[in-house]
C-alpha cells in the first residue's frame, strides 16, 4: 500500500501543478493579470517551492552526519534508487504539503473584507518567511539538546545506529523534530501576525469620531 502511494508521489505533483495551471488559465482568462485568484495560485505554489527547497536542503544536510537515520530509520536502504536522490524524494514527500497548508492558512487569514483591508502579497511573503526561518532556528537547539537529554530515544539510536553513531543519529533526530516543530510554531506565529496586521490597518483607516482633531 505505502509502497505504491511512493510511486505515485510524482504523478500526484504532476497532477497538482496542471490543476493549478489549468486554474490559473482560467482565472487568467476571465480578468487579465489583475485576476485575485491568480494571484493566490501563485503565492501557493512558492509557498510550496520555498518549504521544498528547504527540506532538500535540510535533508541533504543531515543525510550527510547520519546515513543511518535516512537508510534504517527512514527504509531508505531499500530503495533502489541513489542514496541522495532517494533523500532527495523524501524530503519532497515531507514537504510539499507543509508549504501548502501554511500558504493556505495565510490567505485564509488574508480573506477579503469589508471591515478590514487585505495585507499585500510582499507583506503576505515576508510572512510567509517566517516558519523557514522558526524552523532553522528551532533545529539548531532541538537537535543538540536530543544529544544531551535522554527521552527515551538514546537506547533506540544505539539499536539502530550502534555506540559509534548513537549521537549522529540523535543529532539528525532532533534537528528533525525541531524543524518541524518550529514550522508549526513559526506558521502560527505568522496566521496570528497576519491577522493583527490587518486589524492594526484597519484602525488606521477608521474615520475620526466628529469633532476629534486628526493627529499631526
Excluded at 82 to 108: D, E, F, M, N, Q
Excluded at 137 to 156: E, I, K, Y
Excluded at 189 to 214: D, F, K, N, S
Aim: proline content about 6%.
Amino acid at each position: 500500500m505505502m509502497d505504491a502511494y511512493d510511486k505515485a508521489l510524482p504523478y500526484r505533483l504532476v497532477f497538482g501543478l496542471c490543476f493549478f495551471a489549468a486554474m490559473a488559465a482560467w482565472a487568467y482568462s476571465r480578468e487579465g493579470w489583475e485576476s485575485k485568484r491568480l494571484s493566490e495560485y501563485a503565492f501557493l505554489l512558492a509557498a510550496m517551492f520555498a518549504s521544498i527547497a528547504y527540506a532538500v536542503a535540510h535533508d541533504q544536510l543531515t543525510a550527510t552526519i547520519s546515513s543511518e537515520y535516512f537508510l534504517i530509520a527512514k527504509g531508505l536502504q531499500q530503495d533502489p534508487r541513489p542514496y541522495r536522490l532517494a533523500v532527495a524524494i523524501l524530503a519532497v514527500k515531507g514537504s510539499y504539503w507543509v508549504g501548502l497548508v501554511i500558504g493556505t492558512a495565510l490567505l485564509v487569514a488574508n480573506n477579503p473584507s469589508q471591515r478590514i483591508p487585505q495585507l499585500p502579497y510582499a507583506t503576505l511573503a515576508r510572512l510567509a518567511a517566517l516558519p523557514l526561518s522558526a524552523a532553522a532556528v528551532a533545529a539548531s537547539f532541538v537537535g543538540p539538546l536530543f544529544t544531551l537529554l535522554d527521552f527515551g530515544q538514546r537506547s533506540t539510536a544505539v539499536a539502530v545506529a550502534g555506540q559509534e553513531g548513537a549521537h549522529r543519529f540523535l543529532l539528525v533526530w532532533g534537528i528533525h523534530a525541531g524543524s518541524y516543530l518550529g514550522a508549526l510554531l513559526g506558521g502560527t506565529a505568522a496566521v496570528v501576525l497576519a491577522i493583527r496586521r490587518r486589524r492594526v490597518g484597519a484602525r488606521a483607516l477608521a474615520p475620526l469620531p466628529r469633532g476629534q482633531p486628526a493627529s499631526p
